[in-house]
T-cell receptor, first 114, second 115 residues
Framework: GDSVTQMEGPVTLSEEAFLTINCTYT??????LFWYVQYPGEGLQLLLK?????DKGSNKGFEATYRKETTSFHLEKGSVQVSDSAVYFC?????????????FGRGTSLIVHP | DTGVSQNPRHKITKRGQNVTFRCDPI?????LYWYRQTLGQGPEFLTY????????KSRLLSDRFSAERPKGSFSTLEIQRTEQGDSAMYLC?????????????FGDGTRLSIL
């Protein structure tokens, strides 16, 4: 079945550092890929998405490129802020089977220090 | 558009009691999903509806759990005879059914604590 693997956290960075959170996936067909962010006490918010190979999703300075050859969708940001501290979830939604139930990774906690 | 709304935000109850949560999706969204999330984990799928029809249920959903969406708008999730292991955050999400690449919009969840 479909699966998503994220790097374990927490990832601890200083403000203005470069961020990479790795995500790899296993799926049949051509899934859509998503990054969600969850702040403490809240639900998940869509951060960005990509729906086909080589697409780059971007939002609020975050970027991720859909790499079919390496089955990856790594999240990057050039300069993190304290306000980026949250848990980040990589997810996929399959294109076959019809149920379209998303599969989520376990989440990666990001802590940014001033 | 006020987003996905869940009530209550927190629920504390004694083991063995029944609890019911409500989810109001984004009004034009015809798909509604329930997830459970425990600390340090991603959301685990429980069930989903398209309009009023419950189309899929996870094996995680024991017979103590029941969900309804009677008019294809709001949904309720009931847990009967609660157990310690039911303590978790219960998340609701909604989306459009038009294509598989549509993202889900999540509510802020209901945190359930079983004493």
């Amino acid at each position: 079945g479909d699966s998503v693997t994220q790097m374990e956290g927490p990832v601890t960075l200083s403000e203005e550092a470069f961020l990479t959170i790795n995500c790899t996936y296993t799926a049949t067909g051509y899934p859509s890929l998503f990054w969600y962010v969850q702040y403490p006490g809240e639900g998940l918010q869509l951060l960005l998405k990509a729906t086909k190979a080589d697409d780059k999703g971007s939002n609020k300075g975050f970027e991720a490129t859909y790499r079919k050859e390496t089955t990856s969708f790594h999240l990057e940001k050039g300069s993190v802020q304290v306000s980026d501290s949250a848990v980040y979830f990589c997810a996929l939604r399959g294109s076959s089977g019809g149920s379209y139930i998303p599969t989520f990774g376990r989440g990666t906690s990001l802590i940014v220090h001033p | 558009d006020t987003g996905v709304s869940q009530n209550p935000r927190h629920k504390i109850t004694k083991r063995g009691q029944n609890v019911t949560f409500r989810c109001d999706p984004i009004s034009e969204h015809n798909r509604l999903y329930w997830y459970r999330q425990t600390l340090g984990q991603g959301p685990e799928f429980l069930t989903y509806f398209q309009n009023e029809a419950q189309l899929e249920k996870s094996r995680l959903l024991s017979d103590r759990f029941s969900a309804e969406r009677p008019k294809g708008s709001f949904s309720t999730l009931e847990i009967q005879r609660t157990e310690q292991g039911d303590s978790a955050m219960y998340l609701c999400a909604s989306s459009l059914a038009s294509q598989y690449n549509q993202p889900q919009h999540f509510g802020d969840g209901t945190r359930l604590s079983i004493l």
